[in-house]
């Protein structure tokens, strides 16, 4: 047992996990420490040191703060209408044509997605907005939640989510990848994503006879453009930082201020920086005014910080102290094992077991449970680090189109006012089968990411 006590604090923290968030419905943050403790267990009589040096270390990380910096500045986005207005613009542009409404319904959830990376609140927010469209567009209430409920985990996959963060932290995953070497990889694995949505858009237009958009609800282009185009400023802002420090942009930046100036700060505290300032520009006239109107906003906020922080320091603290028992070490005999599998087919089987894990879990849950195995088990067959990072969150975003457990989808039944279970299967065949092989392709390199 000594020999792999690693690898079972490892499978000790996930089933730990599993246990609290799925039957004891707990939340993922209580999920996370409550792991966490259990795999200091595992260092014996060193339990005190061990819970001690990962606490510090997953308090310390810069991630966490990330991370939290990303929930402050999606949520004023959110609150400030920039999503709303840029949506508005979409209506304009799109939809005269025929499926208009679907169409911005999936770019809209895209774009609330990459900033509020919540699929309950993608399917309640753009779904008010576009479902009327939809459904006033010739197509049925059933259509419309499919279409919502299907495109809100997209969110998941861009970064930056909480399962963006999380997959960063495991333990199987800290020593091969950092935030740098993977925001660009995500930002074009999301188009990916995007880009099978739309597909899975186009199909269902024409299978199923949906129409332009109501003449009533479109408004003039000359309007819409006028009050959002501002908006577009805030997204466009992001390309800057990543610019700043990638591939030949990059270098440029590098050489002419210097490689120590250019490492002083991460991007990852660039980029919500970047976000921020645009859209308090752009947002200013729905900005809180008073002290008291910014304390309820905090207030607001507070809960889903908290949670935020929680996890992450859980999920830090648990990868140093999993780390420090020897996992890589014990790890690497059990995956040379898989050697010999085809890539294809160990993409396969782990791409289907995190899609049936996704299930009844969120996608945080679902990182959390077997994010770090699933990316081992892939890089152990010769898939690349990034590629398998990839192939792992977009496996694990298919949380909103896993019937019977995918909340977004009962929140948009509920505003289209049909049963959820009329959606189950239309859902599972346009969007749950075509994100498993998205996953697959990006794993075999297919689908390219860099």
């Known amino acids: 047992m000594s020999d792999y006590i690693a690898v079972i604090a490892l499978a000790a923290f996930i089933g730990t996990i599993v246990v609290w968030n799925v039957l004891l419905k707990r939340n993922i943050g209580e999920s996370m420490f409550a792991g966490f403790v259990v795999s200091a267990l595992f260092a014996g009589g060193d339990f005190l040191p061990a819970l001690w040096t990962g606490l510090l270390s997953g308090l310390m990380n810069e991630v966490t703060y ?40 999936t770019l809209g959830s895209a774009l609330f997605g990459a900033v509020a990376h919540n699929g309950a609140a993608t399917a309640a927010t753009v779904g008010s907005i576009t479902i009327p469209w939809i459904k006033r567009s010739n197509a049925s209430g059933e259509t419309a939640a499919t279409v919502l409920g299907g495109n809100a985990g997209i969110g998941a996959v861009f970064p930056f989510s909480g399962a963006f963060f999380l997959l960063l932290a495991f333990p199987t995953v800290v020593g091969d990848l950092s935030s740098n070497d993977v925001i660009l990889t995500m930002f074009i694995a999301a ?30 282009l000359r309007r819409t453009a006028k009050a959002g185009w ?28 210097g490689t120590e100036a250019a490492d002083t700060i991460p991007v990852l505290f660039w980029l919500p920086v970047a976000m921020l300032i645009p859209g308090l520009i752009v947002g200013r006239r729905l900005l809180p005014k008073t002290t008291r ?26 990868s140093e102290v999993i780390s420090n028992l020897g ?41 959390a449970a077997v994010g770090g195995v699933g ?14 990072y990839a192939s792992v969150l977009v496996w694990a975003a298919s949380e909103s189109a ?14 289209a006012d049909v049963n959820p279970v009329k959606t189950f299967k239309p859902v599972i065949v346009y969007y749950l089968i075509p994100t498993f092989v998205l996953g697959v392709l990006m794993a075999v390199g297919i689908a390219w990411v860099p």
């Not at 990916?192 to 109501?214: H, K």
């Not at 501002?230 to 201020?257: D, H, K, Q, Y």
């Open 66 to 105: 990330a991370a939290l910096a990303f929930v402050i500045v999606g949520e004023l986005l959110v609150r400030v209408g920039v999503v709303q207005r840029i949506v508005d613009v979409l209506s304009s542009m799109i939809g005269r044509f025929r499926g208009g409404s679907i169409y911005a319904a």
């Open 191 to 220: 188009l990916w994503f995007l880009a099978s949505r739309v597909i899975a858009a186009y199909v269902m237009i024409r299978r199923r006879g949906v129409g332009a958009m109501d003449p009533g609800d479109l408004q003039p």
């Open 230 to 257: 501002s908006s577009f400023i805030v997204l466009l802002a992001i390309a800057v930082p990543i610019l700043a420090t990638n591939g030949a942009s990059g270098e440029a930046v590098t050489a002419r201020i």
């Open 293 to 318: 109107a910014w304390w309820d906003f905090l207030g607001d906020v507070s809960p889903k910080l908290g949670l935020v922080a929680v996890t992450m320091i859980a999920a830090f603290s648990a």
């Open 327 to 367: 996992l890589g070490e014990q790890l690497a005999p059990l995956l040379e094992q898989l050697g010999g599998v085809p890539t294809v087919v160990a993409a396969i089987i782990v791409g289907a077991l995190i899609i049936v894990i996704a299930g009844p879990l969120s996608t945080t849950g679902t990182i």
């Open 375 to 388: 990316y081992a088990a892939l890089t152990a067959v010769g898939v690349a680090p990034v590629a398998a």
């Open 402 to 415: 896993s019937p019977p457990g995918a909340a977004p989808l009962y929140v948009a039944a509920g505003i």
